[in-house]
């Protein structure tokens, strides 16, 4: 039998519901990150903000159970990376409200017609992740794909929950920096445009 050695990855607890308070040590509102990779962000994140309670959910479980270890290893208990697709995770979490803010970088690593069913930006994972951020929370969603920013930027604007905080579609700089993905790194490294959207929890 074949046994991968990644399968001790953190995974969300079972159920229909899930407490944050019950998986996340400490107490307040817990930052949500959406495709961690591996981790650069997380990192910067928990670094600057060592009070503050982290959730990351990577899908690929190497990544997760690698993310997650380096956490722990590094002194941030409060920080932690579980190997969940994040669409089918989020409606699980609860309480309402409870995010401070929200990191999706980079999705949808898809380009066949066929997996357009597979994307993670549809109308039902913007709904859960606004009905997860408390009033006035930025929610930042970046890519370095123009076909897909425009898109994004179009479901991202028709919820009802989420307001643009910026003139036009694009921000110029994350509003979570100097805390950056691996691949938003690498973006700005090679001069490539990355299209940045951030919105606010009404």
């Known amino acids: 039998m074949h ?18 308070d019950a998986i996340i040590p400490g107490e307040g509102r817990v930052f949500l990150e959406v495709g961690p990779g591996r981790g650069a962000f997380a990192l910067g994140y928990a670094a ?10 990577e899908i690929r479980r190497k990544l997760a159970a690698q993310l997650d270890e380096r956490l722990q290893k590094k002194g941030f208990p409060r920080a932690r990376c579980f190997a969940e697709d994040a669409g089918i995770a989020l409606p699980r979490l609860r309480p309402d409200g409870c995010a401070l803010g929200a990191a999706v970088h980079f999705p949808d690593p898809w380009w066949k017609k066929r997996h357009a069913k597979r994307l993670v930006v549809q109308d039902s994972f913007v709904a859960e992740l606004a ?16 076909d897909r920013a425009v898109a994004y930027f179009e479901r991202l604007a028709a919820c009802p929950a989420l307001e643009n905080t910026v003139t036009g579609m694009f921000a110029a700089e994350s509003p979570f920096a ?4 691996n691949r938003e790194t690498r973006a700005i490294a090679d001069g490539l445009p990355i299209h940045r959207m951030v919105f606010r929890r009404r």
């Open 3 to 20: 046994i991968d050695k990644y399968d001790h990855a953190p995974r969300l607890p079972e159920g229909e519901s899930i407490d944050l």
């Open 48 to 57: 600057l903000h060592p009070e503050t309670r982290f959730l990351a959910m």
């Open 131 to 146: 009905r997860l951020l408390a009033p006035g929370a930025l929610l930042l969603v970046q890519t370095d794909v123009e």
């Open 178 to 181: 100097p805390a950056r993905s």
